[in-house]
C-alpha cells in the first residue's frame, strides 16, 4: 500500500517568510508525528497527534513553530518568520495507535537563504 | 528520560566482510528499541525492531541485533556485507509514556569494493 507522502519535496525560502510542510500519513494510522533531521541537532522529535486527543508538542523549538492535523488524517507544519537556522530535513511519520512502530515519509529539505 | 549513544560515526568496511554497529542506551523504564537505515537522499526505513520476546531479531536482508538488557546494548550485526549496505543506520529508543523516538547520532557504513 501506499507510504507516508509528504511535499513539497525541496522547498528553497528566504528568511523572514512563512513555510507550509504537508504530510498525508498511512491510511488507517491515527498517529502523526514530525521530526526534524539537521547536521547539528540530529533527528529531533517535534510534535505528535493522536486522534483527537491534545497534540504534544513539546519537541516544538520556538513559537514561531506550530503544526495542526485536519480531518485525523492530513497534517500541515507551519513555520513562521523562518531563520536560517530552519534549515533542515523535515519527516513526517505515522503509526497504528496500538504499534510501537512509526513509519517515515521521504522528508522536506527546507533551505532557507 | 531516555538517550541513545551511537558511539561511531564513520565505519568503513570492504564488501563481504562482517560488521557490527554498535547502539547503547539509557533508560530508566522498559524500552522498545529500533534500527532504521536512510540511503541517500531518502528517508528514514525501518529495519529491525525489538519489542519484547526474543532477544535476537532479524531483518531480511541479513541484519540481525541482539538486546542485551545488561549491557544495555542493542548492536546491529551482519556477517557478510554488500556494497548496497552503503548508508546512514540510526539506532532509537522509544519508552515509558513517550511515544516519541529518541534518535542516535547515526552510523554512517561505508561498504568498499
Known amino acids: 500500500g501506499a507510504g507516508v507522502s509528504q511535499s513539497p519535496s525541496n522547498k528553497v525560502t528566504e528568511k523572514g517568510k512563512d513555510v507550509e510542510l504537508r504530510c498525508d500519513p498511512i491510511?488507517?494510522?491515527?498517529?502523526l508525528y514530525w521530526y526534524r533531521q539537521s547536521l547539528g541537532q540530529g533527528l529531533e522529535f517535534l510534535i505528535y497527534f493522536q486522534g483527537n486527543s491534545a497534540p504534544d508538542k513539546s519537541g516544538l523549538p520556538s513559537d514561531r513553530f506550530s503544526a495542526e492535523r485536519t480531518g485525523g488524517s492530513v497534517s500541515t507544519l507551519t513555520i513562521q518568520r523562518t531563520q536560517q537556522e530552519d534549515s533542515a530535513v523535515y519527516l513526517c511519520?505515522?503509526?497504528?495507535?496500538?504499534?510501537?512502530?512509526?513509519?517515515f515519509g521521504p522528508g522536506t529539505r527546507l533551505t532557507v537563504l | 528520560a531516555q538517550s541513545v549513544t551511537q558511539l561511531d560515526s564513520q565505519v568503513p568496511v570492504f564488501e563481504e566482510a562482517p560488521v557490527e554497529l554498535r547502539c547503547n542506551y539509557s533508560s530508566s523504564v522498559s524500552v522498545y528499541l529500533f534500527w532504521y537505515v536512510q540511503y541517500p537522499n531518502q528517508g528514514l526505513q525501518l529495519l529491525l525492531k525489538y519489542l519484547s520476546g526474543s532477544t535476537l531479531v532479524e531483518s531480511i536482508n541479513g541484519f540481525e541485533a541482539e538486546f542485551n538488557k545488561s549491557q544495555t546494548s542493542f548492536h546491529l550485526r551482519k556477517p557478510s556485507v554488500h556494497i548496497s549496505d552503503t548508508a546512514e543506520y540510526f539506532c532509537?529508543?522509544?519508552?515509558?509514556?513517550?511515544?516519541?523516538?529518541?534518535f542516535g547520532t547515526g552510523t554512517l557504513l561505508a561498504v568498499q569494493p
Open positions: 491510511s488507517g494510522h491515527t498517529a
Open positions: 511519520a505515522s503509526s497504528l495507535v496500538e504499534s510501537n512502530t512509526q513509519y
Open positions: 532509537a529508543v522509544k519508552g515509558g509514556a513517550t511515544n516519541k523516538l529518541i
